[in-house]
């Protein structure tokens, strides 16, 4: 019954080459962000889509492309990893007043992929 | 100036003792703050929620949102060794949309037992 899980949660690959990880959320939210997570655990946007659409796009090189298949699943494709893109990714869902929200937009976090380039 | 600033810490105080986590902000537009706990190798996990000046508590939780000096808090009373996590504070523009969160770097808490 996990609400927003991602896979895979570890990633070791080589610089230069492609990757994706995926993220799912059972919420019945419509709303998904991907956020990064740097070695100093400063957590920052990177996109958010509402209804499969891209909503915020923040200054991101476009090595990085969101693909939102459904409203329930947001992907993240990386091409040509390079080494200062080893981070922590974590994908969160929303929906004002949605299944489990306390509060309106509340965000809930999957577990996040440990992504290191070498 | 960053957007929103928090002490990284380490923080380490005594089982029981009252914690106090704060985060300044620079921007007014910010309407809506929060306070999320992370576990090590975990995600962040929302705690509190405040959209207004004031205080919200929430069992040994207390948030504190004071919007004429951009300034927020978290109080933890009674704290536990369970209790030790990185607190994150976030900040959002509006309570609705597809709006991120603009997150502090986090204060590391340590609750010895």
């Known amino acids: 019954d996990t609400a927003v899980s991602q896979t895979p949660k570890y990633l070791v690959t080589q610089m230069g080459n492609d990757k994706s990880i995926k993220c799912e959320q059972n919420?019945?939210?419509?709303?998904m962000y991907w956020y990064k997570q740097d070695s100093k655990k400063f957590l920052k946007i990177m996109f958010s889509?509402?209804?499969?659409?891209?909503?915020i796009n923040e200054t991101v090189p476009n090595r990085f492309s969101p693909k939102s298949p459904d409203k329930a699943h947001l992907n993240l494709h990386i091409n040509s990893l390079e080494l200062g893109d080893s981070a922590v990714y974590f994908c969160?869902?929303?929906?004002?007043?949605?299944?489990?929200?306390?509060?309106?937009?509340?965000?809930?976090f999957g577990p996040g992929t440990r992504l290191t380039v070498l | 100036q960053k957007e929103v600033e928090q002490d990284p810490g380490p923080l380490s105080v005594p089982e029981g003792a009252i914690v106090s986590l704060n985060c300044t902000y620079s921007n007014s537009a910010f309407q809506y703050f929060m306070w999320y706990r992370q576990y090590s190798r975990k995600g962040p996990e929302l705690l509190m929620y405040t959209y207004s000046s004031g205080n919200k508590e929430d069992g040994r939780f207390t948030a504190q949102v004071d919007k004429s000096s951009k300034y927020i808090s978290l109080f933890i009373r009674d704290s536990q060794p369970s209790d030790s996590a990185t607190y994150l504070c976030?900040?959002?523009?509006?309570?609705?949309?597809?709006?991120?969160?603009?997150f502090g770097k986090g204060t590391h808490l340590i609750i010895q037992p």
């Open positions: 976030a900040v959002g523009y509006s309570g609705g949309g597809a709006d991120g969160l603009t």
């Open positions: 889509y509402n209804n499969k659409e891209l909503i």
């Open positions: 919420l019945g939210h419509d709303t």
């Open positions: 969160a869902s929303s929906h004002p007043g949605g299944q489990g929200a306390r509060y309106g937009n509340e965000q809930f």
